[in-house]
């Protein structure tokens, strides 16, 4: 055969057909790296509920501590949770139209906001009381384990809102947008968990 | 050695040493509430990579299947 009729065969030979995705990449590589993280969640709650259950005369908050803001913090956790409502609804925007997503993003963006300047006037006053990282294992369990969701909140609430600006630019992508959301659903279902073991 | 063979040996030998069976060094803590957050975190850590590794997997099935099933459409 003819290096010609070879070009030939090759350029007429039907180009492969492309079947949907199972699932985006970034979703994968988000899933298995959330994964890791309710890996490492589960860690904290597991050490925290051993050494509750080996507090002296089951008394916790232990003496002379301060007591958690729980009610305060459970009205936090609606606004939490209600964004990653909305955050779906963003999704389900999305895949009519791109930019009727705007708004539901953005409201997903301030909730969490709201959230997270919240979680962080608790800990001022917390700090005030004299909870601290040493006052005793409940500060430090307290601050560590809230302060590691928050530090996601954070992380997964700068990914919002760079979508947001993608979003706004017409460059977001379907994928794009289902990467970012599937860490703030992380961050909004495993808060609930949190808040049962640390709050109450 | 089938199967069968191994799993009926497994059983004699919980029944004959209970003890190593249960080998857990932090069971028999004279705390009822310790030794209940022991047995429970350890039941939980165990089973929770299992279960988001099975649901992982069975979501990916079913994912598969409906994609296949458009495919053949």
Redesign the interface.
């Known amino acids: 055969m003819s290096v010609k009729s070879a070009t030939y065969l090759v350029e007429q030979r039907p180009a492969p057909v492309r079947?949907?995705t199972?699932?985006p990449s970034g979703v994968l590589g988000m899933?298995i790296f959330i994964?890791t993280e309710?890996?490492f969640f589960?860690?904290l709650?597991?050490a925290h509920?051993?050494v509750?259950?080996?507090t002296a005369g089951?008394m916790w908050p232990p003496y002379g501590q301060p007591r958690l803001p729980v009610e305060q913090t459970a009205l936090n956790s609606l606004a939490l949770l209600v964004s990653g409502v909305v955050l779906v609804l963003a999704w389900f925007a999305y895949k009519k139209s791109a930019p009727a997503a705007r708004i539901p993003l953005l409201i997903s963006i301030l909730l969490g906001v709201v959230f997270i300047g919240f979680q962080g006037k608790e800990w001022v006053a917390l700090l005030a009381e004299g909870l601290t990282l040493q006052s005793s294992t409940y500060g430090g369990f307290f601050y560590l384990i809230v302060g590691a969701h928050g530090l996601h909140a954070v992380a997964a609430l700068l990914g919002l809102i760079w979508s947001f600006k993608q979003l706004d630019q017409g460059k977001l992508t379907a994928s794009q947008l289902g990467t970012v959301s599937a860490f703030w659903y992380f961050v909004v279902l495993v808060w609930p968990v949190l808040y049962w073991k640390v709050y109450l | 050695m089938s199967r069968l063979t191994v799993v009926v040996l497994a059983l004699v030998l919980v029944a004959i040493f209970p003890d190593v069976a249960h080998a857990c060094p932090v069971c028999f803590d004279s705390s009822d509430e310790n030794r209940q957050a022991f047995i429970t975190t350890t039941a939980f850590l165990s089973l929770l990579p299992l279960g988001m590794v099975g649901g992982a997997g069975l979501w990916i099935r079913k994912r598969s299947r409906e994609l296949d099933g458009n495919d053949a459409e």
């Open positions: 079947g949907e199972l699932i899933l994964f309710v890996m589960a860690g709650i597991s509920t051993i509750r259950s080996q089951q």
